[in-house]
């Protein structure tokens, strides 16, 4: 057999029984924790630090600058795992949590000693029931096992671990929109600073990771952060699961090292999209990043890379789309689906999606003109950074770079529709001759 | 088409408050005054329900922490969120029936009008809609035209889309789905049985080929010495079933090493 494909968070995980702790337990699971707490807290976040991970969740910001940011003392502090993975897309954590979900947690207990904090939160978006049953046999086997609770294996460290459903809202992923869920709010975002790290949970110290990140600090804490590092580029480090969904042969979960060309993960890995067809654009990370073409497939899948090529890996979630959809039909889902979620607080956002959905509605229905294109396009620029969160942008952007990448097929589009219009009942409307002059946006009476 | 008024203008299409925009069809009667915390003495709360409440608050340093997992506790009691099961949750919280109704209405998963009992989610986000997700839910809707028992609901991304279209019948995650399958998750609700047995998530494998070229020739748990449960979804001896469809697992790619990067 060739080398063993090097595998960090898929490997072996359909080993049946996994989630069950003798079996991750005989597959070395909890020595990484008895390791962490050999060590002092400082070495364990200096050994985060060296492995040089960035959040998987989306921003890609390092998770151990993120733990170093937590101040010292004794308060009450908290560590909030990001479970709420809602961005569509996406199914990574669901995967890792159905399956191992013993390395989730030891990676919350690890980082937990690194920050110091003794109350710990998993929260799991609440459709995903099944996987939340699993978890929550699993945090059950693991207090009786004596890995959670006072001072675990014999060291300083006492922990509490509490699995917290929520109840379907995409803006509970945003960190501060899940920070009020969980005080049991409604999903609002905060204004920002105070930075979580410094007034989150319970206006105490919080840190904050998503499950593919806490995931790997087991893997981390094996390997040591300097030998971890070594792997995808310099700085994006380590592994990557990503999750291909759309128009390809074969869906799923891939883990690759970050680097790889996207050509290899979309083509190689997924299979391309399906015989006889092409890819029009895809989404390199969720719906939320600006959409890519066809002659951007060589670009390679880290975050730097991404995001000089102007979009971005946001949480691994690529979606491809094949040239037998129209640029307005995703455009409309996008859109849609932002304006549903958008929790209504701030009025860029609120407005801005309900704008540019009314504005894509216009586009089919025939009433739209180019120059609804450069509306769309302004009305994208307005939202993007004027928000308490990021919701509003990342429709905009998606928007933004449909608008700009795709305009030719967007004007042929409201061209067809017009003409499609004329033909039913428009000419009863504007009255012959009068219809040249007056191709504004507005319809004319 | 639009209707027109005498005068042969279009008329605009508004809501039972004058209004033309939606939301506002439930405002509050404002002649009377908001409501209170109900007295316990005189609400009476189902006892298992109390006691899922106050096992909740018990969890969080504030109480207040659970009012998600109690009303997904009463929603469950009721079968939706209704005004007596926002005054039970109240009675046994101690905060106030707006506050709970704020919460309520913001979330998907709760209903704050009566509903069928069993809950079909049908994800109609972009990776389910590129795969005819819009077509299944069309279908699914004629299909439980009328149900007493079904609630179908679109909703946003659900986080399968690897077996896009699909959708979550009670909490299950189906897919992938085609329209014919509208049909059999009716059926299979009105029969008990489980619904869609061959398309569920939890029996998908992974698709990574790394992982399937490790594991071929990597397992052999002893089932003597190992405890094994199948709520991964396997079997002990791992999943030997023949399942038909798209789910089974798929045959390994010949590039075995193109994943190595």
Redesign the interface.
């Known amino acids: 057999?060739?080398?063993?494909?090097?595998?960090i968070l898929?490997?072996?995980?359909?080993?049946?029984?996994?989630?069950?702790l003798?079996?991750y337990e005989?597959r070395g699971g909890y020595q990484s924790l008895r390791k962490a707490l050999a060590m002092s807290p400082e070495d364990v976040t200096q050994d985060i630090i060296d492995a040089g991970i960035r959040g998987r969740g989306g921003a890609g910001f390092p998770m151990g600058r993120k733990v170093s940011f937590l101040p010292h003392g004794d308060m009450?502090k908290y560590l909030v795992c990001n479970a709420d993975?809602?961005?569509?897309?996406?199914?990574k954590?669901?995967?890792i949590m159905?399956?191992n979900p013993h390395m989730l947690i030891e990676g919350v207990l690890i980082a937990s000693w690194a920050a110091g904090t003794t109350?710990t939160f998993i929260y799991i978006?609440?459709?995903?029931?099944?996987q939340a049953?699993?978890l929550e046999?699993a945090i059950a086997e693991a207090r009786d096992a004596g890995y959670i609770g006072e001072k675990i294996l014999g060291s300083d460290h006492t922990v509490s671990l509490?699995l917290?459903?929520?109840?379907?809202?995409?803006i509970c992923g945003e960190e501060t929109g899940l920070l009020d869920?969980?005080?049991?709010?409604?999903?609002n975002p905060r204004l920002k600073p105070p930075f979580p790290a410094i007034e989150g949970l319970?206006n105490g110290p919080t840190l904050i990771n998503n499950v593919e990140t806490l995931a790997t600090v087991p893997a981390i804490m094996r390997m040591g952060g300097k030998e971890y590092a070594k792997l995808g580029t310099e700085t994006s480090t380590g592994t990557k699961v990503v999750?291909v969904?759309?128009?390809v042969q074969?869906?799923?979960?891939?883990?690759?090292?970050l680097?790889?060309p996207s050509r290899?993960l979309i083509y190689?890995?997924?299979?391309g999209p399906p015989e006889g067809r092409e890819i029009k654009l895809w989404f390199p990370g969720g719906?939320s990043s600006p959409v890519m073409t066809k002659d951007d497939l060589d670009i390679p899948y880290d975050f730097d890379s991404m995001a000089k090529a102007g979009s971005m890996i946001g949480s691994g979630?690529v979606?491809v789309?094949d040239d037998s959809?129209t640029v307005l039909e995703?455009a409309k889902?996008?859109a849609k689906?932002y304006a549903?979620?958008s929790?209504g607080k701030c009025v860029p956002c609120r407005e801005g999606t309900n704008w540019t959905v009314k504005m894509l509605d216009r586009i089919e229905s025939g009433e739209a003109t180019p120059m609804d294109l450069d509306i769309m396009a302004s009305v994208q620029e307005q939202i993007i950074g004027n928000c308490l969160c990021v919701l509003g942008d990342a429709m905009a952007m998606p928007i933004g770079a449909m608008v700009e990448k795709f305009r030719a097929e967007l004007e042929a589009e409201i061209e067809a529709a017009r003409e499609r219009a004329e033909g039913a009942?428009v000419a009863d409307v504007i009255p012959v001759g009068v219809a040249d002059e007056h191709a504004g946006p507005f319809p004319v009476? | 088409m639009s209707a027109t008024d005498p005068g042969g203008r279009v008329q605009v299409p508004r809501f039972g408050h004058g209004s033309r925009v939606p939301g506002w069809d439930t405002a509050v009667d404002l002649t009377k005054d908001p409501a209170t915390i109900p007295d316990p003495a005189t609400t009476p709360v189902p006892p298992q329900l109390k006691e899922k409440i106050v096992q909740a608050m018990a969890k969080y340093p504030d109480r207040r922490s659970a009012v998600i997992p109690a009303l997904h506790a009463a929603q469950e009691e009721h079968g939706w969120i209704s005004p007596e099961a926002i005054d039970q949750v109240s009675a046994v919280m101690r905060v106030t029936p707006a506050y709970l109704t704020s919460v309520a209405t913001f979330y998907d998963m709760f209903f704050t009008e009566p509903k069928g009992r069993h809950d079909v989610f049908v994800c109609t986000n972009i990776s389910c809609s590129l795969l005819g997700a819009d077509e299944f839910f069309a279908e699914m809707l004629k299909a439980a035209e009328g149900h007493p028992d079904l609630n179908v609901t679109s909703f946003e991304c659900l986080g399968a889309c690897d077996i896009a279209p699909m959708a979550s019948v009670d909490g299950v995650y189906v897919g992938p789905l085609d329209t014919e399958d509208a049909h059999r998750i009716v059926e299979d609700l009105d029969a008990g049985r489980t619904v869609l047995d061959h398309k569920q998530l939890r029996y998908r494998r992974s698709t990574d080929p790394g992982v399937i070229a490790e594991e071929a020739g990597y397992f052999a748990p002893d089932p003597a010495k190992t405890d094994m449960a199948d709520t991964a979804g396997l079997g002990p001896e791992g999943d030997n079933v023949d399942r038909p469809g798209p789910t089974a697992a798929i045959e390994t790619p010949t590039e075995q090493d193109e994943n190595n990067g």
């Open positions: 057999m060739a080398e063993r494909p090097l595998k898929l490997d072996r995980i359909d080993e049946p029984g996994l989630n069950t003798a079996v005989r009450d993975e809602s961005e569509p897309g996406t199914f954590d669901r995967e159905q399956k109350r978006r609440g459709e995903y029931a099944y049953d699993i046999a509490v917290h459903r929520g109840a379907g809202a995409y869920s969980l005080e049991g709010k409604r999903g319970y999750s969904s759309g128009d074969r869906p799923g979960n891939y883990e690759i090292e680097g790889i290899e190689g890995l997924a299979g719906s979630a979606i789309i959809h995703v889902k996008v689906f549903h979620e929790c009942d009476h």
